[in-house]
């Protein structure tokens, strides 16, 4: 009887445990009003990275070659980038940014670096940000001897 009385009361007392945990009023948003970036903040990036070519295009080709050139011509390059920005607003970014790109193949040396003026928009929503970029600006390319401004 004793060990009855005794399980009822562990039962009653793990039931009611949660009851007690939960709160009264839950609060929807704890973030809501937040800023994360302030008027005035910097952002400085630095990026680097590998190249890896997926397959080689041949736009020119005859009758009897195939539209993809073999894989074994390409070789892996390096990327890397600078960015510098300034918050003019709370969620609004200015900057610019400075990358470039190189890439060999068995006997060509293929050669990007643009430079361009970056826009920023960032949407919060706590803890996650979306940001929106627009790039705008030059590159200069070079293939071997050939070079050219775009």
């Known amino acids: 009887m004793t060990k009855k009385i005794i399980a009822v009361i562990c039962l009653l007392v793990l ?11 839950p609060i929807e ?25 997926l397959f080689n295009l041949a736009p020119f080709h005859t009758a009897d070659e195939p539209v993809i050139g073999p ?12 960015k ?3 918050f003019v607003l709370d969620n609004f970014m200015l900057g610019g940014e400075l990358a470039g790109m190189f890439a060999t193949t068995e006997n060509r040396t293929l050669t ?3 430079l361009s003026f970056v826009t920023s928009y960032y949407f919060l929503k706590y ?3 979306f940001p929106i970029h627009l790039n705008v600006g030059i590159s200069m390319n070079s293939l071997d001897e050939y070079f050219k401004v775009t």
Do not use: C, H, R, W
């Open 15 to 25: 039931i009611t445990i949660p009851v007690f945990s939960q709160e009264d009023d």
């Open 112 to 114: 990007m670096i643009p």
């Open 127 to 129: 803890p996650f940000e």
């Open 71 to 82: 894989l074994t011509s390409a070789k892996t390059g390096v990327a890397g980038s600078l």
């Open 84 to 86: 510098l920005g300034f």
């Open 29 to 53: 948003d704890d973030y809501a009003g937040v800023v994360a970036y302030s008027t005035g903040e910097q952002v400085f990036s630095i990026n680097a990275g590998a190249m890896i070519p």
